[in-house]
């Protein structure tokens, strides 16, 4: 008897196991017309919470959003239309799936159609692997790079500031004062700077001033 495509991944899964599980998290079959599984490796419980039992006969989403259900299947539909004119495509996709605890984890699915011997039924096969440790380095340098632009920005609008205060306010000879010329009141430099600029100052001795002051007669 011709075996199905789905005995024949889940035999192949058991002579390759510890090459697949150095690749993959799991390895799946679903119809493409009714979108329910007819074969899930056995780790699915490990990964996403659900034992292959529970999943077998499901339809997909109950691993996706509503909204990225409709995109999964938007792409099948492209996939069959190609497959009907003799083309096979492959389709790498990277998405976040709702465990069976609600939590989610970002994961890289790799699938392709094919076409069932026996049934002649066009279905998909798929391998996922967990990328959730990527999608949070990648979160991270996003958040690095973001916060390292604000302050390139902050520092080049307070030194544009300064620049202003430079050459439009008046600044006491003597006690270095600012005058600020909406209400005429003489501002402590610092303080002047910290209200217009939002910056503030932290307050050292400059190397000629620590020679001068600690210096031993």
Not at 22 to 33: C, F, G, Q
Request: with cysteine; hydrophobic share 30%.
């Amino acid at each position: 008897m011709t075996k199905t495509i789905e005995q024949k991944i889940a035999s192949n899964e058991k002579r390759y196991r510890v090459i697949a599980e150095s690749l993959i998290d799991n390895v799946w079959v679903i119809d493409a017309e009714t979108y329910r599984f007819l074969y899930i490796s056995t780790d699915a419980y490990e990964t996403r919470g659900y034992t292959q039992k529970e999943l077998i006969g499901h339809t997909a989403d109950v691993f996706f959003s509503k909204d990225s259900f409709e995109k999964l299947k938007s792409l099948v539909n492209e996939a069959k239309n190609k497959f009907q004119t003799g083309i096979t495509t492959s389709h790498k996709l990277e998405t976040e799936i709702i465990k069976k605890d609600q939590t989610t984890t970002w994961i890289e699915i790799s699938a392709k159609l094919v076409k069932d011997e026996d049934d002649g039924r066009l279905k998909i096969i798929g391998l996922s692997k967990d990328i959730n440790l990527r999608k949070a380095a990648e979160k991270e340098k996003e958040k690095i790079l973001s916060e390292l632009e604000t302050a390139l920005k902050e520092k080049e609008k307070l030194l544009d500031q300064i620049k202003k205060l430079e050459t439009l306010l008046p600044i006491c000879a003597s006690c270095r004062r600012i005058r600020d010329n909406s209400d005429k009141k003489w501002w402590p430099f610092e303080k002047y700077i910290e209200e217009k600029s939002e910056s503030k100052f932290s307050h050292t001795l400059c190397p000629d001033c620590q020679e001068i002051l600690y210096s031993k007669k």
